[in-house]
């Protein structure tokens, strides 16, 4: 079975590839291929998965290329998890947006906004490719923001492009641990969308376990949301909020936390990265020590701003092991080989949640087989939350139609729309500051053929 990777130059490829090895079934990858625009990202990578490789005969095999068509035919799928504009563009993004004084998340407020509007042209040339060049592959689909991108490639591909992230996973864990519960074995209600949902319920042996969590200040207080949220706001909830909730419900704090930092986590990462793949120029370089050692100190500071911000402290041992590799080999495997399983998943929502409509894409629990992810059906989500899921989905919509138009007062009203954005002026000044440090936003040109005037 073939796998493309694309993105395959990525910091966290190795992830995947090795989750892989050790894989004996049948219908399990034999070929993985690596695209990327980098030739020596490729390279890098290439010796680090070498390295992983070694002393396993049956360790898949790794090829790379530049040549976008020439890795999608033949594939059985594709993981997509590219980056456009690179950490260098995640960088501007979030200073363009600190400057304006609003928030600068690669996936959450205007840093999300302008990630999609680089990334959705990009990501739907994939999709009419993969339809052309593959069109029995699925597509897996890790780029952020994850749950717009796989909107926007759905409405080429179907459902055969699926969302995964492993934020709501990671989650339930946490929540099943502390509850002393097995993971594999409970069900995690789990509802919204991508890097904006809520766990409402997590039943063992049919039983919700959450009240009893959420009844209980010093185990509430234990694990990595209560100690960011809060127990007093998790308990007036009733729920416990994926952690990309805390960019909203404590958003001051959070920007003068990101202002005040000496980087960006994006400048962080672009720094970070760029010594490792220095590193790798050297011949003699270790390739998988130094990428291990770039790995552990990348996930120890994984939202270190928030943490500061809330008084949360260091991350648990036990949170900084990832899991999105996990997710997507779980739900390859159930779909190449019909072993069916529960994940849960961005998929379009077909009746799901009855106040969107059916093509928008959802962060649900699925029940996955042979045929793909099939969403479950949910309660409906108290208002509070049904306003922020609408209005941010309704942000998601107007970025589609920018990318699609071309339209910068389309552009704009995606800006000023979204909760995070509290001005429209400051919604144009945003997109300003983007066009002036993106090339790839040079499309955003032409004025809205429904709109008299342009900002």
């Known amino acids: 079975m073939k796998l493309t990777i694309l993105g395959g130059g990525g910091f966290r490829v190795p992830l995947v590839y090795g989750a892989l090895l050790g894989d004996r079934a049948e219908g399990r990858v034999t070929q993985v291929v690596l695209h990327d625009l980098d030739a020596g990202r490729l390279s890098a990578v290439a010796r680090v998965l070498a390295e992983q490789a070694a002393g396993d005969p049956d360790a898949p095999g790794v090829s790379v290329t530049t040549d976008l068509d020439d890795a999608l035919r033949g594939a059985d799928f594709v993981f997509s998890a590219i980056r456009v504009g690179g950490l260098e563009g995640r960088a501007a993004d979030e200073r363009v947006a600190l400057d ?3 928030l600068g998340q690669e996936t ?4 999300g906004i302008a990630y999609g509007l680089r ?5 739907v040339d994939i999709a009419r490719r993969v339809a052309r060049l593959a069109p029995d592959a699925w597509v897996i689909n890790f780029t952020n923001p994850a749950g717009l991108v796989t909107e926007a490639m759905s409405r080429h591909l179907g459902d055969r492009v699926i969302g995964i992230c492993d934020s709501p996973v990671g989650l339930g864990r946490r929540i099943a641990r502390v509850l002393g519960a097995d993971p594999r074995e409970a069900w995690i209600d789990y509802v919204g969308l991508n890097h904006l949902g809520w766990v409402r319920g997590l039943r063992v042996a049919g039983r919700d376990e959450l009240p009893r969590l959420l009844a209980d200040p010093e185990l509430l207080g234990s694990f990595e949301e209560g100690k960011l949220f809060g127990t007093e706001w998790l308990r007036s909830l009733g729920a416990v909020p994926n952690e990309y909730l805390h960019y909203y419900y404590f958003n001051r704090e959070t920007v003068r936390a990101y202002q005040q930092a000496d980087k960006t986590r994006g400048a ?26 770039t790995r552990a100190e990348r996930e120890a500071t994984y939202m270190a701003e928030n943490r500061d911000a809330a008084g949360a402290g260091e991350r648990d041992a036990d949170d900084l092991s990832g899991g999105y590799e996990k997710v997507a080999l779980a739900l390859m495997r159930a779909i190449a080989r019909d072993e069916r399983t529960t994940l849960i998943l961005n ?5 799901t949640l009855s106040v969107l409509d059916a093509e928008a894409v959802i962060e649900v629990p ?6 793909g992810a099939h969403p479950v059906t949910v309660d409906p989500l108290p208002d509070h ?4 899921v609408c209005a941010v989905k309704g942000v998601e ?6 990318a699609e138009s071309g339209s910068r007062t389309t552009a704009v009203k995606a800006f000023a729309l979204h909760p995070l954005v509290d001005s429209v002026n400051v919604a144009r000044r945003l997109l300003d500051g983007y066009t002036a440090v993106h090339p790839g936003l040079g499309y955003l040109k032409r004025r809205s053929s429904t709109s008299p005037t342009a900002p």
Do not use: H, I, S
């Open 347 to 351: 998929v379009r929502n077909r009746g």
């Open 268 to 293: 962080f990462l672009r720094d970070q990265q760029a010594r490792f793949y220095d590193e790798m120029k050297r011949p003699d370089a270790a390739a998988l020590t130094a990428w291990d050692r």
């Open 397 to 402: 919509r107007e970025v589609l139609a920018a």
């Open 108 to 111: 959450v407020g205007a840093g």
């Open 119 to 123: 990334t959705v042209p990009v990501a």
């Open 385 to 388: 939350a049904t306003g922020l």
């Open 366 to 371: 699925c029940l996955v087989d042979a045929n």
């Open 100 to 102: 304006e004084g609003v």
